[in-house]
């Protein structure tokens, strides 16, 4: 393959980043706006044409003997610190990389066209597409990267993007607080993964995912048995790294920062929040994904973490108000699904049959089918904002008349999360819970629940939002559809949610260059759609019409619904921990011992030092008859010091 096009994908996305934010000041918004769409747009189109010719050409330098290889276009050494350990800068195509090509470009081309009409008329929008443009470099630098210092890289400049992002509305305090706790949060989280990935290269002498993913085998033989307080330091390099994705997909507890990085403008929400960078850590596992099989630990500790994730999320989503929250908690919850999809995918036999093709593909599908309608809903949300200005279901009801575009579009991605059929997320979340059911009963009825929970939550919104009372201020303001620029996104990915669960995804994203044949698994996929039917039943039965069971059902259990509501006092544990005991104890504490008895020892010196120089400052007079004295003096003690040693 010609190297042009891939350089492009990435120049074009960063040269518009540098143009609008240096000239932007200078532009109109209409410019702006009509740059930064045309060169997403162009990137889009580049990037689906090297996707489509990576899966369809049949290029010699893709296909070996029918197997679909891991092909990089360029990569050329940036860092050299031993003969074998470099760090190169270089594009890697393979079914994962290019499907997320794909991903990444489409859903940021439907932000920035949508945003044109979404932030109409802001200051700074010149500002917001540079912005804009930097995160869809960074993330498409992210999944096509050669090594993992690479991707550390790119991950890092992702974590800025987000930060300047959610910080949009920078005079707003809540917005500075929300960028803040995001940037802190994951940096946190990144610190575990650099730990992690300078373990890994220490032991294996690279940083060169081909090297690593083909031979994990010997990646484990590398460490030559080497452990560290019980387990084996290429478990602790694995779950370090899985940090790294902890933090960026917001697992549990590094989760706090999500819900708050709503304050940022709705169509960043869709674009960072729900398609590409939380889908990061997800796609750092399934990089990652044949040395993890080889640690039975770190899968164990993934599925674990995911399993949890996903049903706290869950059930938090179900007491907020908040629609851009619902959606928030609703993304950590299905990235947690992922998750644990990955982590049941062992790559070794369950009875004679191999599983990890399975979850494997349903976690990547389910990436790919999620990324659709988790962007339908939030752009869907931003017209029901844009609508009525006002983020909470209560000053929404009975919408459907008024906006039905958006109500059409919502509804699909409403179906799609909760998988019924034929949308796409039936065909993805029936995967998933197959992969779990394979493993382990256990894991397959505990995310049947997560997914009944999702379908409750998804159609207790849109009950409210759709169906519920009409607010009275209607008569004041009546709310209508969006202008194209936002409604032309939310019809596209709507279609897409209805079809995408027909593609024929195991067959281009192959697991160990295997096709893997989607197909229906009857007794799953009857229960999950029968939980799904009766969640959305109960949803109907309270919501859809005004009636008094949605408060019967609070009273029955108002500490359970307000400790929800409350995200179950995550962040106050978290400023518990860091002001009272952090802060008011332990560097309270320091500062205490520093000043009183550090610095006070030091000052005593001082003082001493002072006082027996001011006392000896004559010896330095200056008169030749002091100094004689003093030497006649200094002569005898030495004489007598030396005459009692002698005795």
Not at 333 to 355: C, N, R, T, W
Request: charged share 10%.
């Amino acid at each position: 393959m010609d190297i042009t096009l891939p350089i492009l994908i990435l120049a074009i996305p960063i040269t518009m980043f540098l143009v609008l934010g240096i000239g932007g000041v200078k532009m109109s918004h209409k410019l702006a706006g009509i740059l930064g769409i045309l060169g997403m747009g162009t990137t889009a189109v580049l990037a689906y044409i090297v996707a489509f010719t990576y899966f369809f050409s049949g290029d010699a330098n893709f296909i070996l003997d029918g197997v679909r290889q891991q092909y990089q276009v360029f990569d050329v050494t940036w860092l050299a610190f031993t003969q074998t350990l470099v760090v190169n800068i270089g594009f890697l195509l393979d079914p994962i990389s290019a499907m997320m090509l794909v991903v990444i470009t489409t859903i940021s081309f439907m932000v920035h066209l949508y945003s044109w009409g979404y932030m109409e008329g802001e200051p700074g929008f010149q500002r917001y597409y540079a912005f804009l443009s930097l995160f869809s470099f960074s993330m498409l630098g992210l999944v096509v990267a050669t090594n993992i210092f690479q991707m550390y890289i790119f991950w890092e400049l992702v974590g800025v993007s987000s930060y300047l992002l959610i910080g949009f509305f920078y005079k707003l305090p809540s917005a500075v607080s929300a960028s803040k706790k995001a940037f802190i949060v994951t940096r946190f989280a990144d610190l575990g993964f650099l730990i992690g990935i300078l373990l890994l290269s220490f032991y294996t002498d690279t940083f060169n995912f081909v090297d690593m993913t083909t031979n994990p085998e010997g990646v484990l033989a590398s460490t030559g048995g080497a452990t560290f307080m019980g387990a084996s330091v290429l478990t602790w390099a694995m779950v370090l790294i899985f940090t790294g994705g902890m933090g960026k997909s917001a697992m549990m507890p590094l989760h706090i920062w999500l819900p708050d990085a709503m304050e940022g403008p709705t169509p960043v929400s869709a674009l960072i929040h729900a398609a590409t960078m939380v889908v990061a850590g997800v796609y750092l596992v399934a990089r990652m994904f044949p040395v993890y099989c080889v640690v039975d630990a770190a899968m164990t500790f993934i599925c674990v973490i995911g399993a949890i994730t996903a049903f706290y999320a869950a059930v938090v989503a179900c007491a907020q108000i908040d629609i851009k929250r619902i959606l928030a908690f609703s993304t950590i919850s299905q990235i947690a699904f992922m998750m644990v999809s990955l982590g049941v995918a062992y790559d070794k036999p369950i009875e004679g049959v191999h599983y990890s093709g399975l979850g494997y593909m349903a976690g990547m599908f389910h990436l790919f089918t999620h990324a659709m309608f988790k962007a339908l809903l939030f752009l869907g949300a931003g017209a029901l904002i844009h609508a009525v200005h006002s983020n909470n279901y209560t000053s929404m009801g009975g919408l459907r008349k008024y906006m039905p575009i958006t109500h059409v579009t919502f509804l699909i991605g409403c179906l799609a999360i909760a998988g019924i059929w034929p949308f796409a997320g039936f065909f993805s979340k029936d995967e998933m819970l197959a992969a779990m059911f394979a493993r382990h009963w256990f894991w397959g009825a505990w995310m049947t629940m997560v997914a009944g929970l999702t379908a409750f939550y998804m159609f207790r919104m849109y009950f409210l939002v759709f169906w519920w009372e009409e607010n009275p201020h209607y008569k004041e303001h009546k709310p209508h559809d969006a202008p194209w620029q936002m409604s032309l996104p939310l019809i596209f990915l709507g279609a897409v949610s209805i079809v995408a669960g027909f593609i024929p995804f195991g067959e281009l994203v192959t697991w160990n260059g295997e096709p893997y044949h989607i197909h229906i698994e009857a007794p799953v996929a009857a229960t999950s759609l029968v939980v799904a039917v009766c969640a959305i039943a109960l949803a109907a039965a309270m919501y859809m019409k005004k009636n008094a069971l949605p408060t019967k059902v609070k009273n029955m259990c108002p500490a359970l619904w307000t400790a929800a509501h409350r995200r179950f006092y995550w962040d106050e544990i978290y400023m518990f921990i860091t002001h009272r005991i952090i802060f008011d104890i332990i560097c309270k504490g320091i500062a205490w011992f520093d000043r009183h008895i550090i610095d006070a020892t030091m000052d005593a010196f001082a003082k001493i030092t002072q006082k027996t120089s001011y006392a000896i400052r004559g010896m330095q007079s200056g008169e030749i008859q002091s100094y004689v004295g003093w030497y006649i003096a200094g002569a005898v003690a030495v004489a007598a010091i030396t005459w009692l040693c002698l005795i």
